[in-house]
């Protein structure tokens, strides 16, 4: 199938279209640990590599759409992808069929918490995990950076944007800075006027103009001040997930008083050990809270903004390429991401290859990858069996 032109990647039987969604991001939703960047690589791996469902440019738009709006980027990944292969309808499936394996997870994490007050954690499966799971976001890596950096000009401005990122800029900030840069460097180039970069800006963060959701009215619990927090918080976060453990220990451990530090703590440690989506803490938060309704309440509010801001910008996307204009945008926007997932990466690695068989376990994985195009998911799979092995 050519996949050269977004409008045209969608089957006509858009209920086959929907069963291969469901598929694959039921797998992924089952097996992708390691966090966004893993998520985003192993997403790389079965819609452009394997599928061909995408171009590696196609993909490289939608990940830079989904910085540049507030919420969990792997998720909106998902929903992005859906949108293109099968509507409104695949937006949907794709959506629900990443994050309902990691909650349903999650949930029965929290059940056996509730009742037996400890969070039984397996170091030694993390241990095994980490080390594949910086193999799996270095090959993304590699792939997407030689579709995106396609220009001297475009390195220049992507190495600039990770020196930003390790002096510890605002991530949104070094998108929007790379973007300009793009944005300048085109309207020189073509000698267009300045109001060329003018209309550029209202298709970078659509996310800025929407107003927050309310936040909770009450101290008491109760499922709909649940609700309102969460969906505040997935209206509003940009960065990783230990951005959202600021959120949630400023909303629910002080202004609330829900949650004690140690709870909060074991709920991140969930979220990092189960596969999916890192947001998938809400799960666990809610359980805890309210039981199976408040798990479900938790969930659905802080996903639900991510759905509306993709069903916004989404048919936004495929046209952006056809202006030069926001073209440059794009391709700021493209090569700040990889930016920040390079960063993101290192940082990853220094926690993780800590050890001689840690490093080995990294090297064999990307040999693996780059040589054998082994699938990601065995590797995995490989790499919590030697965690396991090595823990007990």
């Known amino acids: 199938m050519d996949t050269g032109n977004p409008e045209t990647a969608v089957p006509p039987d858009r209920g086959a279209a929907c069963t291969e969604l469901a598929a694959v991001f039921l797998k992924l939703g089952t097996t992708a640990f390691g966090g966004p960047a893993a998520h985003i690589a192993m997403m790389e791996e079965e819609v452009v590599r394997r599928r061909r469902w995408l171009s590696h440019e196609q993909f490289l738009d939608l990940l830079g759409a989904t910085y540049v709006i507030p919420g969990p980027n792997s998720t909106e990944m998902a929903i992005h992808i859906g949108y293109l292969r099968a509507g409104w309808a695949g937006l949907l499936v794709a959506g629900g069929c990443f994050i309902i394996p990691a909650a349903v997870m999650v949930a029965c994490i929290a059940a056996a918490y509730?009742?037996?007050?400890?969070?039984?954690?397996?170091?030694?499966?993390?241990?095994?995990?980490?080390?594949?799971?910086?193999?799996?976001?270095?090959?993304?890596?590699?792939?997407?950076?030689?579709?995106?950096?396609?220009?001297?000009?475009?390195?220049?401005?992507?190495?600039?944007?990770?020196?930003?990122?390790?002096?510890?800029?605002?991530?949104?900030?070094?998108?929007?800075?790379?973007?300009?840069?793009?944005?300048?460097?085109?309207?020189?180039?073509?000698?267009?006027?300045?109001?060329?970069?003018?209309?550029?800006?209202?298709?970078?963060?659509?996310?800025?103009?929407?107003?927050?959701?309310?936040?909770?009215?009450?101290?008491?619990?109760?499922?709909?001040?649940?609700?309102?927090?969460?969906?505040?918080?997935?209206?509003?976060?940009?960065?990783?997930?230990?951005?959202?453990?600021?959120?949630?220990?400023?909303?629910?451990?002080?202004?609330?008083?829900?949650?004690?530090?140690?709870?909060?703590?074991?709920?991140?440690?969930?979220?990092?050990?189960t596969p999916g989506p890192l947001f998938t803490t809400a799960t666990f938060i809610g359980y805890i809270l309210g039981g199976t309704a408040g798990a479900v309440v938790a969930t659905v509010g802080i996903f639900l903004p991510a759905f509306g801001f993709v069903a916004l910008s989404g048919p936004l996307v495929p046209r952006l390429r056809q202006s030069p204009t926001t073209a440059a945008v794009l391709d700021g926007v493209n090569v700040g991401a990889l930016a920040l997932m390079a960063v993101v990466t290192w940082q990853l690695a220094q926690a993780a290859l800590v050890d001689g068989v840690a490093v080995l376990l990294a090297l064999a994985s990307a040999a693996l990858l780059f040589g054998a195009r082994v699938n990601s998911a065995w590797l995995i799979l490989g790499g919590a069996l030697v965690g396991m092995l090595r823990g007990r």
């Not at 001040?225 to 629910?252: E, N």
């Open 114 to 273: 509730t009742r037996l007050g400890t969070l039984p954690i397996s170091i030694g499966l993390l241990a095994g995990l980490k080390p594949v799971v910086i193999a799996i976001v270095a090959h993304a890596l590699w792939q997407l950076g030689r579709t995106a950096v396609k220009t001297p000009g475009l390195a220049l401005v992507a190495a600039g944007a990770t020196g930003l990122t390790l002096a510890g800029t605002n991530e949104l900030v070094v998108l929007l800075l790379a973007a300009g840069v793009m944005v300048g460097v085109q309207t020189l180039g073509t000698r267009r006027s300045r109001a060329a970069v003018w209309n550029a800006v209202p298709l970078m963060p659509l996310a800025s103009s929407v107003p927050a959701a309310a936040a909770a009215a009450a101290t008491p619990f109760g499922l709909w001040p649940l609700f309102l927090v969460f969906v505040k918080i997935g209206a509003v976060l940009f960065g990783s997930g230990y951005v959202l453990l600021a959120f949630l220990r400023a909303d629910l451990v002080h202004r609330l008083g829900w949650l004690t530090e140690a709870q909060l703590l074991d709920a991140t440690a969930v979220g990092q050990i």
